[in-house]
């Protein structure tokens, strides 16, 4: 019988090849539930192995990395150093363990038991801890680092690929939704070039507390489902000042449909790999985009069509939330079209097109008002790498669907603005009170996330009046324009138009999708500050409320989350440094 080529690297791991410093295997003696190793492999008892809702212990929680394998070549080399690799999608690597003892800041009692099948229990046992922290690995799981490329900041720049980041496996809930499950920040990798492997906590902060504030705000976007921290030093340099400083390790537990992103496919297209490219692109759509054929000729033209499509759908509602995501590499934009690889984002305070979070942007690429255009930049890119599979229709076909992105974005941008207001149904107008409200909010430096949720809970009467309660501030602040009873007007006339409609209707309308709470730079930073003096309450605190982020919430007003932002905020800094 002819075994898969990574086996033998798994069962040389498996089989006592564990070294200093490498991860044991986690229920090596308990019999875990995994996945045959092979074609002929007999299957589990099902009496054991049955999927389940709620398991309490991991040891009964099937995880394998087989889908992942079975379908491409593997690196051929197996020691853990920084090199330039070919022809593979992945390099079997395996996790560092921390030397200090961890603690579990935090889990998503979500992503726990609705993804992953897990009761919330299993998190007070010491396999989880060791599990999420890179300490052990599952058994029949082969932890992987995939190979991707990627243009950075508009330049190529070559072999990039998961440089502190290990797949632990796949995972198939309940609901037969296939899940594959990420370390970040978890040790060096072959892609680690002149990087340590490591996270800092606060980086990893972000990542947890934003990764689930977007799912919760309706936005596509990778999971995470917990969130530990070391006493293991690590360095950085911030803001690439020369201050160095010492930080904690830290690791977040995250996951997706699929890492795949538009860098995938650009490392094999630059190396000229062109059958492994067809073969990880058919394995994308086939796994990822059931409505397209597997036998259909133009299946990568549907495919392109569609990434170019839910790429301008996942920009507007970035955009419809204020929401920039800070380093739009083509190595950070999913083909799924989900949100990823949260670093140096920001939600906008003041609106301003021209807001930029990232501190090492010099020339301002990413900044909120041009994410429309770097996602062309983006598929452009995607598009070069499809080339060589396409033939000379398709090649034209595609670029005329490249064009029509640009028309794509802006339908959708203008449908999720409409629904901001309130607006139903369809007029000519509605693009010019868009427009103009945006205008306004700009002049005045409104604040872009509470304008609009003001909008959502003050009365028709209030603003016919042009009589704004002080607990509206940000449109009091919008109110000082000497064209905001101009725009009030045609926003009434606008709103009169509804048909069925009635003021509580548009508030009630508003309010589910004008969130109260979004995570701002200053709360991440509070929480960050708590956090590093092992006070992680407000971690805690933000965790519950940005749940609920269009539903008002006494904790949340407490803490002052829908007030004005502290002068302080506006002099805070977030880099690429993490």
């Given at each position: 019988?002819?075994?898969?080529?990574?086996?033998?690297?798994?069962?040389?791991?498996?089989?006592?090849?564990?070294?200093?410093?490498?991860?044991?295997?986690?229920?090596?003696?308990?019999?875990?539930?995994?996945?045959?190793?092979?074609?002929?492999?007999?299957?589990?008892?099902?009496?054991?192995?049955?999927?389940?809702?709620?398991?309490?212990?991991?040891?009964?929680?099937?995880?394998?990395?087989?889908?992942?394998?079975?379908?491409?070549?593997?690196?051929?080399?197996?020691?853990?150093?920084?090199?330039?690799?070919?022809?593979?999608?992945?390099?079997?690597?395996?996790?560092?363990?921390?030397?200090?003892?961890?603690?579990?800041?935090?889990?998503?009692?979500?992503?726990?038991?609705?993804?992953?099948?897990?009761?919330?229990?299993?998190?007070?046992?010491?396999?989880?801890?060791?599990?999420?922290?890179?300490?052990?690995?599952?058994?029949?799981?082969?932890?992987?680092?995939?190979?991707?490329?990627?243009?950075?900041?508009?330049?190529?720049?070559?072999?990039?690929?998961?440089?502190?980041?290990?797949?632990?496996?796949?995972?198939?809930?309940?609901?037969?939704?296939?899940?594959?499950?990420?370390?970040?920040?978890?040790?060096?990798?072959?892609?680690?070039?002149?990087?340590?492997?490591?996270?800092?906590?606060?980086?990893?902060?972000?990542?947890?507390?934003?990764?689930?504030?977007?799912?919760?705000?309706?936005?596509?976007?990778?999971?995470?489902?917990?969130?530990?921290?070391?006493?293991?030093?690590?360095?950085?340099?911030?803001?690439?000042?020369?201050?160095?400083?010492?930080?904690?390790?830290?690791?977040?537990?995250?996951?997706?449909?699929?890492?795949?992103?538009?860098?995938?496919?650009?490392?094999?297209?630059?190396?000229?790999?062109?059958?492994?490219?067809?073969?990880?692109?058919?394995?994308?759509?086939?796994?990822?985009?059931?409505?397209?054929?597997?036998?259909?000729?133009?299946?990568?033209?549907?495919?392109?069509?569609?990434?170019?499509?839910?790429?301008?759908?996942?920009?507007?509602?970035?955009?419809?939330?204020?929401?920039?995501?800070?380093?739009?590499?083509?190595?950070?934009?999913?083909?799924?079209?989900?949100?990823?690889?949260?670093?140096?984002?920001?939600?906008?305070?003041?609106?301003?097109?021209?807001?930029?979070?990232?501190?090492?942007?010099?020339?301002?690429?990413?900044?909120?008002?041009?994410?429309?255009?770097?996602?062309?930049?983006?598929?452009?890119?995607?598009?070069?790498?499809?080339?060589?599979?396409?033939?000379?229709?398709?090649?034209?076909?595609?670029?005329?669907?490249?064009?029509?992105?640009?028309?794509?974005?802006?339908?959708?941008?203008?449908?999720?603005?409409?629904?901001?207001?309130?607006?139903?149904?369809?007029?000519?107008?509605?693009?010019?009170?868009?427009?103009?409200?945006?205008?306004?909010?700009?002049?005045?430096?409104?604040?872009?996330?509470?304008?609009?949720?003001?909008?959502?809970?003050?009365?028709?009467?209030?603003?016919?009046?042009?009589?704004?309660?002080?607990?509206?501030?940000?449109?009091?602040?919008?109110?000082k324009h000497k064209s905001f009873s101009e725009w009030v007007t045609m926003y009434l006339m606008r709103l009169n138009r509804n048909k069925g409609d009635s003021d509580t209707k548009r508030r009630t309308r508003m309010t589910t999708v004008n969130p109260r709470y979004v995570l701002r730079n200053w709360m991440a930073e509070s929480a960050v500050q708590k956090a590093n003096l092992n006070d992680f309450s407000e971690v805690h605190l933000l965790q519950?409320?940005?749940?609920?982020?269009?539903?008002?919430?006494?904790?949340?007003?407490?803490?002052?989350?829908?007030?004005?932002?502290?002068?302080?905020?506006?002099?805070?800094?977030?880099?690429?440094?993490?």
């Amino acid at each position: 019988m002819r075994w898969p080529p990574w086996v033998a690297a798994w069962l040389a791991w498996a089989c006592g090849a564990c070294g200093a410093g490498r991860p044991a295997p986690l229920c090596a003696s308990r019999g875990l539930c995994r996945a045959p190793l092979g074609p002929n492999a007999s299957q589990p008892e099902p009496a054991r192995c049955q999927r389940r809702r709620g398991a309490a212990d991991l040891c009964a929680w099937p995880l394998s990395s087989e889908s992942l394998l079975d379908p491409f070549p593997i690196d051929v080399i197996q020691a853990n150093y920084v090199r330039n690799v070919r022809n593979c999608i992945f390099s079997i690597v395996y996790p560092t363990p921390f030397k200090s003892r961890v603690h579990l800041v935090a889990v998503s009692k979500e992503v726990l038991e609705n993804i992953l099948d897990l009761d919330i229990s299993v998190k007070g046992t010491s396999d989880f801890l060791q599990f999420v922290s890179g300490g052990k690995v599952m058994l029949g799981s082969v932890p992987l680092a995939h190979r991707y490329g990627g243009h950075q900041f508009g330049t190529w720049a070559g072999q990039l690929g998961d440089g502190r980041a290990h797949l632990i496996g796949v995972y198939t809930n309940r609901h037969g939704e296939r899940w594959e499950l990420q370390l970040k920040g978890s040790g060096k990798t072959p892609y680690s070039r002149n990087g340590d492997g490591r996270a800092v906590l606060r980086s990893s902060v972000r990542e947890f507390l934003c990764s689930e504030a977007m799912h919760y705000l309706g936005i596509p976007t990778s999971r995470a489902a917990s969130l530990v921290v070391s006493d293991d030093d690590v360095w950085r340099d911030q803001f690439y000042n020369g201050n160095i400083k010492k930080e904690r390790g830290a690791i977040v537990l995250r996951l997706a449909k699929s890492w795949f992103r538009i860098g995938s496919l650009e490392i094999l297209a630059h190396s000229g790999e062109l059958d492994l490219q067809r073969r990880l692109l058919d394995f994308i759509i086939q796994e990822h985009f059931p409505s397209i054929a597997m036998n259909d000729s133009n299946r990568y033209l549907e495919f392109f069509s569609t990434v170019v499509s839910e790429t301008a759908n996942l920009i507007a509602l970035w955009m419809s939330v204020g929401f920039a995501h800070g380093v739009c590499n083509t190595d950070n934009f999913s083909l799924l079209s989900i949100t990823i690889d949260y670093g140096p984002f920001g939600f906008m305070d003041s609106y301003d097109p021209n807001f930029v979070p990232n501190t090492s942007d010099d020339e301002r690429r990413y900044k909120i008002g041009n994410q429309a255009n770097v996602g062309l930049f983006n598929l452009s890119k995607l598009l070069q790498a499809l080339k060589p599979l396409l033939d000379p229709r398709q090649r034209q076909l595609a670029s005329q669907i490249l064009e029509g992105y640009g028309e794509r974005y802006y339908i959708r941008f203008t449908e999720l603005f409409k629904t901001k207001l309130g607006l139903l149904g369809e007029n000519e107008d509605d693009n010019y009170l868009i427009a103009f409200l945006l205008k306004l909010m700009e002049d005045t430096k409104a604040d872009f996330t509470m304008t609009f949720r003001q909008l959502s809970e003050i009365t028709e009467d209030q603003l016919k009046k042009l009589h704004i309660p002080e607990e509206f501030w940000a449109l009091q602040d919008l109110g000082k324009h000497k064209s905001f009873s101009e725009w009030v007007t045609m926003y009434l006339m606008r709103l009169n138009r509804n048909k069925g409609d009635s003021d509580t209707k548009r508030r009630t309308r508003m309010t589910t999708v004008n969130p109260r709470y979004v995570l701002r730079n200053w709360m991440a930073e509070s929480a960050v500050q708590k956090a590093n003096l092992n006070d992680f309450s407000e971690v805690h605190l933000l965790q519950q409320i940005l749940q609920h982020p269009f539903r008002r919430q006494q904790a949340a007003e407490k803490a002052g989350y829908s007030l004005r932002p502290p002068a302080w905020a506006k002099d805070l800094k977030v880099s690429c440094s993490s």
